[in-house]
C-alpha cells in the first residue's frame, strides 16, 4: 500500500510533542482537535473515502498508529486502510481509537461539512490543515475533475512522499542551553461539570476586515487582539471571584506558535511551541487599551527565534535524563502526567491558538465555503479556543467541558460592543 | 436572520436559541420553511470506555488458577503417594469457580447465584472441619452464624434487586443484624469454650448499635425529615 520512501516509517520513534501527546493520554483524555470544511455541496462519502486513500498515500505519516514499548511508546506505519465515518453531534469524545482500526484521526461528514479528527501526536494545526486541504482538493478531482494546484496547504497527491515532510524538526533546530521554566499559577475559570463524552463547542464568524480594521486601530495582529479581548473577558470573571487570592492570580493565555515561521521545514508533523502571555492581576484592573499593550509586548518579546528555541531545548531535554530513559513507561507514565498539570495545565488561563489565514488556489475556493478549527479538551483547562481565516470569514470556536458559557459570551460580547459583527453556531441546538 | 436581544449576536439559522445565554429567539418573520439544516448532526455518539471482557478475563484468571491446582495435587500425590493437604486447595479453588459462576453462566434469577455461593461456603468449611476433627466446632459455632448471615445477605440481594431503595432502612437493617451477631458470637463462643452464657462485651456495643440502626429506621420511615436533612446538608459544589 506504501511506497519505498515510507521504508524508514515502519516504525518511528515520535517527536517531543507526540512523546508528551502519547504519554499524557489516558481512558479520559487525548489531545485532539478538529478542522472542518464546508463545501458548496453535499459530500459523496464513497468519493471522500477515495480521495482519503489516495491522500494518506501521499502523507504516510497520518497512518502511523500508536504502539506501547516497554520504555517509550512508538507509532508503526499501519497496514490496513481508514473508513470515512458519519458526524457526530459530540466530536473529539471518543478517545479510543480502536473503532479507527487504531488510525490516529478520523475522518467525517455531515451534509455538506468534511471534518477531520487528529490526535495531536500526528499532526499540529499546520500539518492538519495541509492533510485536510490536500484531502479536499483530491476530493475536488475525483468528484468535480478540478485540477490540483499545489499551494502551502496543498501537496500534490501525485508525487511521492518527502522524507522532510515527516522529520523530526524539533531535534533538528534545538540548541543545548540552560532554560527555567518558573511561573505563577494562573487564574482558571470554573464551571458545572458537562455530562462526559460532551463538549460544547460555539463557533464565532465575523468578516476579517472589521478584525483587521480593529486590531490596526490598536495597532497590534488579529491574533494579539483576539487574544486581548480574550483576556479581558477573563479579567472580568475574574472580578466576581470572592476570594482575594484568586482574584489577584495573572491571566495566562498559551499561545501555540508555527516553528515553520523561524525555521525553513517541510514537516506535516508537529512543529510548534507553547508562549504564554500573561496578564498581573495583583496590579489591578486593566483597560482594554492597556491589555492588548501588554499582549503586543508580550508577543514581541516571547516570539523570537532565542526564545521559541529555548523552548524547545527545554521540551527535548526533560526527555533526555538517562535514568528516565531507563524508567519503565508504567511507572513513569503517572509522573508525567502530574507533571504536565503541575508545571503545564495549571499555569495557564486558556489557549488561544490562531492558524491564521488559509489561501486556497482561487479555481478551488469557489468548491470551499468555509473553514473551521476546533481545539479539543484539555486535562484541566475548563476552555480553549481556536481560530482559522478563510476568504473574507474568520471563525473562532470555543472548546468547553463546563456547562456555563460565560466566557465565549463575554467574548463574543465583546467583540459586538466594538462593532464588530458575530454570528454564532453551536452543536447544542 | 435572527438577533439575541440579550448578547446581540447574530445566529446561525440552525440555532432556535442563543447558545451563549440560552435565550430562546423567536423571530415572527420567519416560518418553519426557512429552516436550514442543523450545524452538526443529530447522531449522538456514545462513548463506552475502554471495555474489558471480564468473562474472557475470568476464564484467564480461572485457568492460571486451576494450573497452581494441579501442580499442588502433583506434588502432594508423587510426595505422599496420596491427595491429603492439596485438598484445601482444590476445594479454594472450587469455592472461587462457584463465586465467578455468575460471569460465565446466566442465571435466571440472582437468589440461585447466592444460594451456590452460601452453600459452597458452607461445604468448604465442612471439608476442613472433617479433615481437622472439628464436626463439633462446625455445628455448634460456624454453622448457625452462617444461616444467620446467609439470611442478612439475601435480605441485601432483595434489597439491591429494588428499584427505589432506601438507603436508611438497609443501613438500619445492616446495624440490627451486626448487633444480633455479635450477641450470636459471644453466646455460642460461650457455650463452646465454657459451657455457660456469659455476655459482657457483646453486650457493650448492642445499645450504641440499637440506638443507631432505630434512628437509621426512624429516618428511613420518615420522608418529610430525610428531605429536611437533604435541605441542611446541601453542599453546592
Known amino acids: 500500500m506504501h511506497s519505498k520512501n515510507t521504508k524508514h516509517l515502519e516504525w518511528l520513534k515520535p517527536d517531543n510533542t507526540a512523546n508528551f501527546c502519547t504519554m499524557v493520554t489516558t481512558k479520559k483524555f487525548a489531545h485532539i482537535f478538529r478542522l472542518s470544511v464546508e463545501l458548496e455541496e453535499e459530500i459523496d462519502p464513497v468519493v471522500l473515502d477515495s480521495a482519503l486513500q489516495v491522500v494518506l498515500k501521499r502523507i504516510p505519516s497520518f497512518a502511523l498508529k500508536l504502539r506501547y514499548g516497554l520504555f517509550w511508546n512508538y507509532m508503526e506505519l499501519a497496514k490496513d486502510k481508514p473508513v470515512v465515518e458519519e458526524d457526530v453531534r459530540n466530536p473529539m469524545a471518543r478517545r479510543s481509537w480502536k473503532l479507527n482500526k487504531h488510525f490516529l484521526f478520523r475522518v467525517r461528514y455531515f451534509g455538506k461539512r468534511i471534518s477531520l479528527e487528529v490526535f495531536h501526536a500526528l499532526a499540529d494545526g499546520t500539518g492538519g490543515m495541509t492533510f485536510m486541504m490536500t484531502l479536499v482538493a483530491e476530493y475536488l478531482r475525483q468528484k468535480y475533475g478540478y485540477e490540483i494546484e499545489e499551494s502551502r496547504w496543498i501537496l500534490n497527491p501525485d508525487e511521492e512522499p518527502k522524507p522532510e515532510e515527516y522529520e523530526d524538526a524539533y531535534s533538528k533546530v534545538a540548541r543545548r542551553q540552560k532554560f527555567n521554566r518558573k511561573s505563577p499559577k494562573a487564574y482558571q475559570a470554573k464551571g458545572s461539570k458537562e455530562n462526559e463524552g460532551y463538549l460544547n463547542i460555539v463557533t464565532g464568524r465575523m468578516p476579517v476586515e472589521a478584525i483587521k480594521a480593529k486590531a490596526k486601530e490598536y495597532d497590534c495582529t488579529v491574533t494579539a487582539f483576539l487574544t486581548a479581548v480574550l483576556m479581558d473577558a477573563f479579567q472580568d470573571i475574574q472580578e466576581k471571584e470572592k476570594r482575594r487570592k484568586i482574584r489577584q492570580m495573572p491571566i495566562v493565555i498559551n499561545i501555540p506558535v508555527d516553528l515553520r515561521k523561524f525555521y525553513s521545514s517541510k514537516t506535516v508533523s508537529n512543529f510548534f511551541a507553547n508562549i504564554n502571555i500573561g496578564l498581573d492581576r495583583a496590579l489591578g484592573h486593566y483597560s482594554f487599551a492597556e491589555i492588548v499593550e501588554q499582549v503586543k509586548h508580550g508577543m514581541a518579546l516571547n516570539i523570537t527565534e532565542k526564545r521559541v528555541n529555548n523552548l524547545i531545548a527545554g521540551n527535548i531535554a526533560s526527555y533526555q535524563y538517562k535514568v528516565y530513559k531507563v524508567i519503565p513507561m508504567f511507572i513513569k507514565k503517572p509522573f508525567v502526567i502530574l507533571g504536565n498539570y503541575m508545571g503545564g495545565e495549571i499555569k495557564s488561563t486558556c489557549t488561544m491558538s490562531n492558524l491564521g489565514n488559509v489561501v486556497l488556489p482561487p479555481k478551488m475556493s469557489t468548491y470551499v465555503k468555509g473553514v473551521q478549527a476546533v481545539a479539543g479538551r484539555n486535562f484541566g483547562r475548563v476552555t480553549s479556543c481556536m481560530g482559522v481565516s478563510y476568504a473574507d470569514i474568520m471563525s473562532v470556536t470555543f472548546t468547553r467541558k463546563i456547562k456555563e458559557a460565560e466566557i465565549e459570551r463575554l467574548f463574543y460580547t465583546k467583540l459586538v460592543e466594538m462593532g464588530i459583527p458575530v454570528e454564532v453556531e453551536s452543536n447544542q441546538s | ?237
Not at chain 2, 502433583?74 to 463465586?99: E, K, N, P, R
Not at chain 2, 447466592?114 to 465442612?126: E, N, P, R, S
Not at chain 2, 459451657?195 to 440502626?213: N, Q, R, T
Request: charged residues 15%; positive net charge.
Open chain 2, 1 to 237: 436572520m435572527s438577533y439575541c436581544v440579550n448578547c446581540g449576536v447574530k445566529l446561525a439559522a440552525s440555532e432556535e436559541k442563543c447558545p451563549l445565554c440560552n435565550t430562546v429567539v423567536i423571530n415572527p418573520n420567519e416560518t418553519g420553511e426557512d429552516k436550514k439544516e442543523a450545524a452538526y448532526s443529530h447522531r449522538f455518539e456514545e462513548y463506552p470506555g475502554r471495555t474489558i471482557n471480564v468473562k474472557y478475563l475470568v476464564q484467564i484468571i480461572l485457568a492460571i488458577v486451576g494450573i497452581g491446582v494441579l501442580v499442588q495435587t502433583l506434588c502432594d500425590f508423587l510426595i505422599s503417594f496420596s491427595i491429603s493437604w492439596s485438598l484445601y486447595g482444590i476445594g479454594a479453588f472450587a469455592l472461587l469457580v462457584c463465586f465467578v459462576l455468575p460471569v460465565l453462566v446466566k442465571f435466571k434469577s440472582p437468589y440461585i447465584a447466592t444460594m451456590i455461593d452460601l452453600v459452597a461456603i458452607a461445604l468448604y468449611i465442612f471439608m476442613i472441619a472433617v479433615m481437622t476433627d472439628g464436626e463439633i466446632w462446625y455445628y455448634e459455632f460456624f454453622l448457625p452464624l452462617h444461616i444467620l448471615s446467609s439470611i442478612y445477605v439475601w435480605c441485601m440481594v432483595i434489597f439491591l434487586r429494588k428499584k427505589r431503595r432506601n438507603y436508611f432502612r438497609a443501613g438500619g437493617i445492616s446495624l440490627l443484624f451486626v448487633c444480633f451477631l455479635l450477641i450470636l458470637i459471644e453466646f455460642l463462643l460461650d457455650i463452646y469454650i465454657v459451657g455457660k452464657v456469659y455476655l459482657i462485651w457483646s453486650l457493650c456495643c448492642a445499645p450504641l448499635l440499637l440506638a443507631i440502626a432505630i434512628l437509621l429506621l426512624v429516618i428511613a420511615a420518615n420522608p418529610k425529615l430525610r428531605e429536611e436533612m437533604g435541605r441542611r446538608l446541601y453542599m453546592n459544589y
